[in-house]
């Protein structure tokens, strides 16, 4: 409980929970990937290092017929904890509930076991929380029974019922959508349901920790603000690689792409909180304000604005999946145009940002995994060392490896004076030697449990980023551009280095990271 309070007291003005209070987290979708893989695991943890609210317990919800022994069965070889001890005590805390999605019999049984718990609590105020593990496709209906048959509300001085005496909250699963219209159809029914401040839409790279240190790297350090605009700052690069394929999933991926399953959520969400203006205060609502701000400064793109791309199968690959390209995949239609790679070029048009290249870089089957946010400055001004000095770069690695790091130009050691690059680097796992860092979901989970919608997408911040998308993914679907082929294990089209250059940002390959 101490833990638990002393993170409530720097997250909240009073703490929320009294190690009395009835915390009961539903998973429903336990049985799925996403269960087993993520939400279990982060629980485990927040378990083992006495976050969770004393009181709190568990439901697992899904279709499937199963045992609590089952499903801690398929969820024990993710838990990072190789103590049974204490996963046996985390499980003692789980319950699970059989029901369908779509019918009220079995929100029914999951409210009656709801119940059974907090008859059980001596706290006044109850707590549920609820995480749609789920396709996109039974949101509604979900939504609809838990309203219906598991919503508890706050008491209010007119209603002083135990049916008004608690808090209950949702958190939903990316895809929000599939495009404007399909995402605010899917917005107007969850928000005639619930209050916007009972909705969290989770981007679990809100939730990295590099990214959350965005904020406090470009307000919190007055040796940035003067430099972080237009006048200093050639090009801003957003990169997102990872070093496999598709294989296996190329069926949801070739209805999606690599722009609607990375660039419109993940690389847009980093961009909103490296380009927007200082918020009043460190408060969700604040924070949320500014950032949907500046994206309503972005115009939407258009089909000359990006380079796509496709991998093919690498001949000489080390791995049966690296010889395969993306149509080699039997769930992937047979001449599809879907990008497994994406170059984007936005523009911010206002005073802080105009003319400065906003470039998004994301790709399946590269050559390595990395994401990462590159601020690349102008050329020092009469330069009198020539080519030999090349642009100042500050870098933000968000993984591998979490690190800050400041490219610039020094004497080469010893007798020459010629210049070369090095940087001043911040690397957490050499700075921060025996520090665990949470994981992205353990961490978004634990805001959620307390309250905090500051990492979590809001409606209309949702809208902004899909008006910003819809018209280039609709052009896109009706294959109006075709992809340029890339080798898997590659940089990606060569097409895109040209693209990225002629936007304003220069590569130099004469920089090498040396990892230790």
């Known amino acids: 409980m101490e833990a638990l309070n002393a993170i409530q007291q720097g997250a909240a003005s009073k703490p929320i929970f009294s190690?009395?209070?009835?915390?009961?987290?539903v998973v429903l979708g336990a049985?799925?990937?996403l269960a087993k893989k993520k939400i279990f695991p982060a629980l485990c943890n927040l378990f083992e290092k006495k976050i969770l609210p004393p009181a709190c317990k568990i439901i697992g919800y899904a279709r499937s017929s199963m045992t609590v022994s089952q499903l801690a069965g398929k969820s024990n070889p993710f838990m990072k904890q190789k103590n049974t001890s204490v996963l046996d005590d985390f499980w003692k805390r789980v319950s699970y509930v059989a029901g369908t999605y779509d019918s009220p019999d079995g929100f029914i049984k999951l409210n009656k076991a709801i119940r059974d718990i907090e008859k059980n609590a001596t706290g006044e105020k109850r707590f549920r929380l609820f995480y749609l593990a789920l396709p996109p496709a039974v949101f509604i209906p979900v939504c609809t029974q838990l309203k219906e048959n598991c919503w508890i509300e706050s008491r209010s001085k007119r209603s002083k019922s135990h049916k008004h005496n608690g808090e209950c909250r949702v958190i939903i699963e990316k895809p929000f959508g599939h495009d404007l219209d399909s995402s605010n159809e899917l917005s107007e029914a969850i928000t005639k349901l619930f209050k916007e401040h009972e909705i969290y839409r989770i981007d679990h790279y809100l939730?990295?920790?590099?990214?959350?240190?965005?904020?406090?790297?470009r307000f919190g350090n007055e040796l940035f603000r003067?430099?972080?605009?237009?006048?200093?700052?050639?090009?801003?690069?957003i990169t997102f690689k990872e070093p496999f394929g598709t294989y296996g999933r190329g069926g949801y991926f070739d209805t999606n792409g690599i722009i609607r399953d990375v660039m419109q959520n993940h690389l847009l969400q980093i961009l909103s909180l490296m380009a927007m203006e200082r918020p009043v205060s460190t408060d969700a609502s604040d924070i949320?304000?500014?950032?949907?701000?500046?994206?309503?400064?972005?115009?939407?793109?258009?089909?000359d604005d990006v380079i796509i791309g496709q991998y093919t199968g690498n001949p000489d690959g080390k791995t049966d999946d690296s010889k395969l390209g993306y149509k080699d995949d039997p769930g992937v239609a047979k001449g599809s145009k879907t990008a497994t790679y994406a170059?984007?070029?936005?523009?911010?048009?206002?005073?802080?940002?105009s003319g400065v290249p906003i470039i998004m870089k994301c790709g399946k089957a590269l050559n390595e995994r990395?994401?990462?946010?590159?601020?690349?400055f102008k050329d020092a001004p009469s330069n009198m060392f020539g080519a030999r000095c090349q642009r100042n770069e500050l870098v933000?690695?968000?993984?591998?490896?979490?690190?800050?790091?400041?490219?610039m130009n020094v004497k080469s050691p010893g007798m020459s004076f010629d210049a070369e690059e090095s940087e001043l680097n911040l690397s957490y796992h050499d700075r921060y030697e025996e520090l665990d860092l949470p994981d992205a979901y353990e961490r978004l989970i634990l805001d959620f449990i307390l309250g905090s919608q500051t990492n979590f997408v809001r409606t209309d911040e949702l809208a902004e980023a899909w008006r910003i998308f819809t018209p280039l993914l609709h052009k896109l679907d009706a294959g109006e551009k075709d992809p340029v082929e890339y080798q898997y294990g590659s940089r990606g089209p060569a097409e895109a280095d040209e693209f990225v250059k002629n936007a304003g940002y220069n590569y130099s390959s004469t920089y090498q990271w040396k990892k230790k």
């Open 19 to 25: 190690k009395d209070s009835a915390v009961t987290f």
């Open 31 to 33: 049985s799925g990937d």
């Open 207 to 217: 939730g990295k920790e590099m990214v959350l240190n965005l904020m406090i790297l």
């Open 226 to 237: 003067s430099v972080w605009n237009r006048d200093r700052i050639s090009a801003v690069v």
């Open 288 to 303: 949320r304000d500014e950032k949907v701000k500046v994206l309503r400064y972005i115009e939407p793109l258009k089909l």
């Open 343 to 353: 170059c984007a070029i936005l523009r911010i048009n206002n005073d802080r940002w």
């Open 370 to 376: 990395k994401a990462e946010i590159r601020i690349q």
């Open 396 to 407: 933000m690695r968000v993984q591998p490896q979490e690190a800050v790091y400041c490219k």
